[in-house]
Protein backbone atom coordinates (compact mmCIF):
# COMPACT_ATOMS: atom_id res chain seq x y z
CA UNK A 1 0.00 0.00 0.00
CA UNK A 2 1.32 3.67 -0.66
CA UNK A 3 2.25 5.40 1.93
CA UNK A 4 -0.30 8.40 1.79
CA UNK A 5 -2.95 5.53 1.57
CA UNK A 6 -1.76 3.97 4.54
CA UNK A 7 -1.81 7.22 6.09
CA UNK A 8 -5.54 8.00 5.36
CA UNK A 9 -6.50 4.31 5.75
CA UNK A 10 -5.37 4.09 9.49
CA UNK A 11 -6.61 7.71 10.20
CA UNK A 12 -10.25 6.54 8.71
CA UNK A 13 -10.15 3.09 10.79
CA UNK A 14 -8.81 5.37 13.91
CA UNK A 15 -12.19 7.49 13.16
CA UNK A 16 -14.62 4.03 12.77
CA UNK A 17 -12.88 2.58 16.11
CA UNK A 18 -13.39 5.54 18.42
CA UNK A 19 -16.54 6.20 17.12
CA UNK A 20 -17.79 2.72 18.07
CA UNK A 21 -16.30 2.83 21.31
CA UNK A 22 -18.14 6.04 22.41
CA UNK A 23 -21.00 4.68 21.20
CA UNK A 24 -20.00 1.43 23.01
CA UNK A 25 -20.02 3.28 26.15
CA UNK A 26 -23.11 5.12 26.03
CA UNK A 27 -24.64 1.59 25.40
CA UNK A 28 -23.77 -0.06 28.47
CA UNK A 29 -24.92 2.99 30.62
CA UNK A 30 -28.05 2.55 28.79
CA UNK A 31 -28.12 -0.86 29.49
CA UNK A 32 -27.77 -1.19 33.62
CA UNK A 33 -30.72 1.70 33.80
CA UNK A 34 -32.60 -0.76 31.11
CA UNK A 35 -32.13 -3.40 33.34
CA UNK A 36 -33.00 -1.76 36.87
CA UNK A 37 -35.31 0.71 36.10
CA UNK A 38 -36.96 0.35 32.85
CA UNK A 39 -35.25 3.56 31.20
CA UNK A 40 -31.89 3.27 29.03
CA UNK A 41 -32.29 7.11 28.55
CA UNK A 42 -30.85 7.62 32.20
CA UNK A 43 -28.38 5.45 31.15
CA UNK A 44 -27.19 7.42 28.23
CA UNK A 45 -26.76 10.32 30.58
CA UNK A 46 -24.91 8.53 33.30
CA UNK A 47 -22.50 7.12 30.44
CA UNK A 48 -21.90 10.81 28.94
CA UNK A 49 -21.49 12.08 32.41
CA UNK A 50 -18.73 9.52 33.72
CA UNK A 51 -17.19 9.13 30.41
CA UNK A 52 -17.18 12.89 29.83
CA UNK A 53 -15.76 13.15 33.34
CA UNK A 54 -13.13 10.62 33.36
CA UNK A 55 -11.74 12.08 30.24
CA UNK A 56 -11.37 15.34 31.65
CA UNK A 57 -9.57 14.49 34.48
CA UNK A 58 -6.92 12.18 32.70
CA UNK A 59 -6.26 15.02 30.60
CA UNK A 60 -5.08 17.27 32.81
CA UNK A 61 -2.14 14.75 34.15
CA UNK A 62 1.19 15.88 33.69
CA UNK A 63 3.84 15.10 31.77
CA UNK A 64 6.04 15.28 34.49
CA UNK A 65 4.33 12.52 36.19
CA UNK A 66 4.68 10.39 33.60
CA UNK A 67 8.61 10.94 33.21
CA UNK A 68 9.14 10.24 36.90
CA UNK A 69 7.14 6.96 37.14
CA UNK A 70 9.57 5.66 34.31
CA UNK A 71 12.89 7.77 36.36
CA UNK A 72 13.17 9.54 33.17
CA UNK A 73 16.00 13.09 33.25
CA UNK A 74 15.00 15.60 31.09
CA UNK A 75 17.81 17.20 28.87
CA UNK A 76 17.98 21.05 28.36
CA UNK A 77 20.62 21.87 25.99
CA UNK A 78 22.71 20.30 22.91
CA UNK A 79 25.31 20.08 25.22
CA UNK A 80 23.90 17.01 26.81
CA UNK A 81 23.62 14.37 24.19
CA UNK A 82 23.67 16.98 20.98
CA UNK A 83 22.85 14.58 18.29
CA UNK A 84 19.64 13.60 20.14
CA UNK A 85 19.33 16.78 20.62
CA UNK A 86 19.52 18.08 17.04
CA UNK A 87 17.86 15.21 15.51
CA UNK A 88 14.28 16.55 17.82
CA UNK A 89 14.84 19.83 16.84
CA UNK A 90 15.09 18.87 13.11
CA UNK A 91 12.35 16.42 13.04
CA UNK A 92 10.19 18.76 14.89
CA UNK A 93 10.62 21.70 12.40
CA UNK A 94 9.76 19.20 9.82
CA UNK A 95 6.57 17.93 11.51
CA UNK A 96 5.66 21.59 12.36
CA UNK A 97 5.31 21.20 15.83
CA UNK A 98 6.83 23.00 18.60
CA UNK A 99 10.20 21.28 19.93
CA UNK A 100 9.35 18.78 22.84
CA UNK A 101 10.86 18.54 26.05
CA UNK A 102 13.75 15.95 26.05
CA UNK A 103 14.55 12.98 28.48
CA UNK A 104 16.87 10.38 29.19
CA UNK A 105 16.38 6.79 30.96
CA UNK A 106 18.96 5.27 32.32
CA UNK A 107 18.09 1.32 31.02
CA UNK A 108 20.15 -0.86 28.54
CA UNK A 109 17.17 -2.12 26.58
CA UNK A 110 16.44 -0.20 23.61
CA UNK A 111 13.25 1.90 23.33
CA UNK A 112 11.47 5.18 23.35
CA UNK A 113 8.02 6.73 24.30
CA UNK A 114 6.35 9.97 23.43
CA UNK A 115 3.97 11.68 25.99
CA UNK A 116 1.87 14.84 25.96
CA UNK A 117 -1.98 16.02 25.66
CA UNK A 118 -0.95 18.36 22.55
CA UNK A 119 2.24 19.57 20.75
CA UNK A 120 3.10 22.12 23.03
CA UNK A 121 3.25 19.77 26.18
CA UNK A 122 4.84 16.91 24.28
CA UNK A 123 7.68 15.31 25.49
CA UNK A 124 9.79 12.50 24.03
CA UNK A 125 11.80 9.90 25.96
CA UNK A 126 14.58 7.49 24.82
CA UNK A 127 17.15 4.75 26.38
CA UNK A 128 20.39 4.92 27.03
CA UNK A 129 20.04 1.54 25.26
CA UNK A 130 18.59 3.24 22.37
CA UNK A 131 21.61 5.74 21.72
CA UNK A 132 24.02 3.27 22.27
CA UNK A 133 22.30 0.31 19.95
CA UNK A 134 21.27 2.31 16.97
CA UNK A 135 23.46 3.74 14.30
CA UNK A 136 21.99 7.18 13.28
CA UNK A 137 19.68 6.74 10.40
CA UNK A 138 18.16 4.26 12.85
CA UNK A 139 17.42 6.50 15.70
CA UNK A 140 16.44 9.17 13.73
CA UNK A 141 13.53 6.83 12.55
CA UNK A 142 12.36 6.13 15.92
CA UNK A 143 12.50 9.77 16.85
CA UNK A 144 10.32 10.58 13.88
CA UNK A 145 8.09 7.97 15.13
CA UNK A 146 7.39 9.54 18.56
CA UNK A 147 7.04 13.07 16.63
CA UNK A 148 4.48 11.51 14.26
CA UNK A 149 2.69 10.64 17.60
CA UNK A 150 3.20 13.67 18.90
CA UNK A 151 1.95 15.46 15.31
CA UNK A 152 -0.92 13.06 15.21
CA UNK A 153 -2.39 14.04 18.72
CA UNK A 154 -2.07 10.20 19.54
CA UNK A 155 -1.36 10.61 23.22
CA UNK A 156 -4.44 12.64 23.67
CA UNK A 157 -6.52 9.95 21.90
CA UNK A 158 -4.52 7.10 24.32
CA UNK A 159 -5.66 8.91 27.41
CA UNK A 160 -9.26 9.23 26.27
CA UNK A 161 -9.26 5.78 25.27
CA UNK A 162 -7.91 4.71 28.93
CA UNK A 163 -10.37 6.81 30.30
CA UNK A 164 -13.45 5.37 28.35
CA UNK A 165 -12.03 1.85 29.70
CA UNK A 166 -12.06 3.09 32.93
CA UNK A 167 -15.47 4.45 32.44
CA UNK A 168 -16.82 1.31 31.38
CA UNK A 169 -15.69 -0.35 34.21
CA UNK A 170 -17.22 2.29 36.55
CA UNK A 171 -20.21 1.25 34.91
CA UNK A 172 -19.69 -2.23 35.02
CA UNK A 173 -19.03 -2.29 38.91
CA UNK A 174 -22.33 -0.07 39.21
CA UNK A 175 -24.26 -2.61 37.40
CA UNK A 176 -22.74 -5.49 39.75
CA UNK A 177 -23.35 -3.85 42.61
CA UNK A 178 -26.65 -3.18 41.49
CA UNK A 179 -27.46 -7.26 40.92
CA UNK A 180 -26.13 -7.76 44.21
CA UNK A 181 -27.80 -5.62 46.47
CA UNK A 182 -30.94 -5.46 44.35
CA UNK A 183 -33.27 -6.96 41.41
CA UNK A 184 -34.03 -5.62 37.43
CA UNK A 185 -37.02 -3.91 37.81
CA UNK A 186 -37.54 -3.71 33.73
CA UNK A 187 -40.82 -4.07 31.96
CA UNK A 188 -41.76 -8.06 31.62
CA UNK A 189 -44.73 -8.32 30.21
CA UNK A 190 -43.17 -9.04 26.59
CA UNK A 191 -40.59 -11.33 25.41
CA UNK A 192 -38.82 -8.77 23.27
CA UNK A 193 -38.53 -6.86 26.45
CA UNK A 194 -37.05 -10.02 28.26
CA UNK A 195 -34.64 -10.89 25.44
CA UNK A 196 -33.57 -6.70 25.84
CA UNK A 197 -32.84 -7.09 29.18
CA UNK A 198 -30.99 -10.45 28.87
CA UNK A 199 -28.66 -8.70 25.78
CA UNK A 200 -28.44 -5.81 28.46
CA UNK A 201 -27.24 -8.01 31.29
CA UNK A 202 -24.55 -9.90 28.86
CA UNK A 203 -23.06 -6.43 27.99
CA UNK A 204 -23.01 -5.48 31.07
CA UNK A 205 -20.65 -8.80 32.18
CA UNK A 206 -18.71 -8.81 29.02
CA UNK A 207 -18.56 -4.55 28.80
CA UNK A 208 -14.69 -4.22 30.55
CA UNK A 209 -13.25 -7.14 27.83
CA UNK A 210 -14.97 -5.39 25.17
CA UNK A 211 -13.40 -1.79 26.81
CA UNK A 212 -10.03 -3.14 26.78
CA UNK A 213 -9.94 -5.28 23.10
CA UNK A 214 -11.13 -1.52 21.78
CA UNK A 215 -8.70 0.22 23.90
CA UNK A 216 -5.93 -1.83 22.37
CA UNK A 217 -7.14 -2.14 18.54
CA UNK A 218 -6.79 1.90 18.42
CA UNK A 219 -3.58 1.41 20.37
CA UNK A 220 -2.23 -1.23 17.56
CA UNK A 221 -3.67 1.03 15.01
CA UNK A 222 -1.88 4.03 15.97
CA UNK A 223 1.45 2.36 16.19
CA UNK A 224 0.96 1.64 12.73
CA UNK A 225 -0.07 5.27 11.54
CA UNK A 226 3.04 6.58 13.32
CA UNK A 227 5.25 4.12 11.07
CA UNK A 228 3.65 5.77 8.05
CA UNK A 229 3.87 9.54 8.98
CA UNK A 230 7.91 8.79 10.24
CA UNK A 231 8.36 7.13 6.84
CA UNK A 232 6.85 10.54 5.76
CA UNK A 233 8.96 12.39 7.62
CA UNK A 234 12.78 10.71 7.09
CA UNK A 235 11.75 9.35 3.42
CA UNK A 236 13.98 6.47 4.82
CA UNK A 237 11.24 3.32 6.02
CA UNK A 238 13.62 0.97 5.91
CA UNK A 239 15.74 3.07 8.64
CA UNK A 240 12.85 2.56 10.74
CA UNK A 241 11.89 -1.20 10.00
CA UNK A 242 16.11 -1.93 10.97
CA UNK A 243 15.44 0.07 14.44
CA UNK A 244 12.22 -1.87 15.11
CA UNK A 245 14.05 -5.29 14.39
CA UNK A 246 17.29 -4.17 16.59
CA UNK A 247 14.45 -3.45 19.48
CA UNK A 248 12.48 -6.27 19.26
CA UNK A 249 15.42 -8.87 18.95
CA UNK A 250 16.32 -7.12 22.01
CA UNK A 251 15.25 -9.52 24.73
CA UNK A 252 15.65 -7.51 27.70
CA UNK A 253 12.80 -5.76 29.16
CA UNK A 254 12.58 -1.73 30.35
CA UNK A 255 13.09 -1.98 33.99
CA UNK A 256 11.21 1.21 34.99
CA UNK A 257 8.69 0.48 32.86
CA UNK A 258 5.03 -0.41 34.09
CA UNK A 259 1.94 -1.66 32.58
CA UNK A 260 0.49 1.81 33.20
CA UNK A 261 2.81 3.43 30.41
CA UNK A 262 3.70 0.29 28.67
CA UNK A 263 1.32 1.08 24.95
CA UNK A 264 3.20 4.83 25.28
CA UNK A 265 6.71 2.92 24.02
CA UNK A 266 7.77 2.38 20.16
CA UNK A 267 8.05 -1.56 21.24
CA UNK A 268 6.78 -3.53 23.88
CA UNK A 269 8.62 -2.45 26.33
CA UNK A 270 7.74 -5.87 28.96
CA UNK A 271 8.55 -8.28 26.46
CA UNK A 272 5.86 -10.00 26.91
CA UNK A 273 4.47 -12.70 24.14
CA UNK A 274 0.75 -11.43 24.42
CA UNK A 275 -1.95 -12.79 21.40
CA UNK A 276 -2.17 -9.99 18.90
CA UNK A 277 -5.58 -9.36 20.45
CA UNK A 278 -4.40 -8.26 23.62
CA UNK A 279 -1.41 -6.75 22.71
CA UNK A 280 -0.83 -3.22 23.18
CA UNK A 281 1.60 -3.08 20.21
CA UNK A 282 1.02 -4.56 16.31
CA UNK A 283 3.35 -7.84 15.67
CA UNK A 284 6.71 -6.46 14.88
CA UNK A 285 7.19 -8.74 11.56
CA UNK A 286 3.59 -6.81 9.91
CA UNK A 287 4.81 -3.45 10.96
CA UNK A 288 8.14 -4.03 8.93
CA UNK A 289 6.06 -5.72 6.55
CA UNK A 290 4.75 -2.20 5.81
CA UNK A 291 7.36 -0.36 6.06
CA UNK A 292 9.55 -2.08 4.00
CA UNK A 293 6.56 -1.62 1.14
CA UNK A 294 6.33 1.85 0.96
Known amino acids: MHLYQQISHNKRKTIFIVTGFVLFVLAVGAAITYLYIGDYISGLILAALVGGGYTLIMLFGSTNVV ?159 ADATAAELTRNPNALANALRKITNSSTPVKEASSTSASLYFADPLKKKAASLFSTHPQPEARIKRLESM
Request: aromatic share 6%; proline share 3%.
Open 67 to 225: MRMNHAREIRNSDDHAYLWNTVDSLSMVAQIPKPRIFIINDQSPNAFATGTSPKKAAVAVTTGLLDQLNREELEGVIAHEIAHVRNYDIRLATVAIALVSAVAILSDIGARSMYYGRARGNRDSKQNGIIMILSLLLIIISPLVATMIQLAISRNREFL
